[in-house]
């Protein structure tokens, strides 16, 4: 069983920067693959990052160049940095987890935390 918890959200101004953390939980000694998904009213999820078990990582073109992904498998938490923010960005933040592969950002990962909103305001 495997349970995921995000927080970090909140209401951000253009251009700030945020910090979205998933906490892994788990009562096996497995590592998981991470991915960061997000959805927007009135529109499709889509994927954002992910990172590997071993640290391989992929970004969505929509944030590549200003988002860094991180683990620490210490802590079992996976964090989410996005820079310079846009109203664009406002949505549902959503970390989901996965055994095997998942840097493809496909939605059909099979354990998901309940989400962090995020608002950013112009």
């Known amino acids: 069983q495997v349970q995921l918890v995000e927080s970090g959200g909140g209401s951000v101004q253009a251009g700030d920067s945020l910090r979205l953390s998933c906490k892994i939980s788990?009562?096996?000694?497995?590592?998981?693959?991470i991915a960061w998904f997000r959805q927007a009213p009135g529109k499709e999820r889509e994927g954002v990052a992910a990172?590997?078990?071993?640290?391989?990582?992929n970004y969505a073109d929509s944030v590549k160049g200003r988002s860094t992904i991180s683990r620490d498998n210490a802590q079992n938490t996976v964090y989410l940095q996005i820079h310079t923010v846009t109203p664009g960005d406002t949505a549902t933040y959503y970390c989901?987890?996965?055994?095997?592969?998942?840097?493809?950002?496909?939605?059909?990962?099979?354990?998901w935390g309940q989400g962090t909103q995020v608002t950013v305001s112009s």
């Open positions: 788990t009562n096996t000694s497995m590592r998981y693959c």
């Open positions: 989901a987890a996965d055994v095997g592969w998942c840097l493809e950002l496909r939605d059909n990962l099979p354990y």
């Open positions: 990172i590997s078990t071993g640290g391989t990582i």
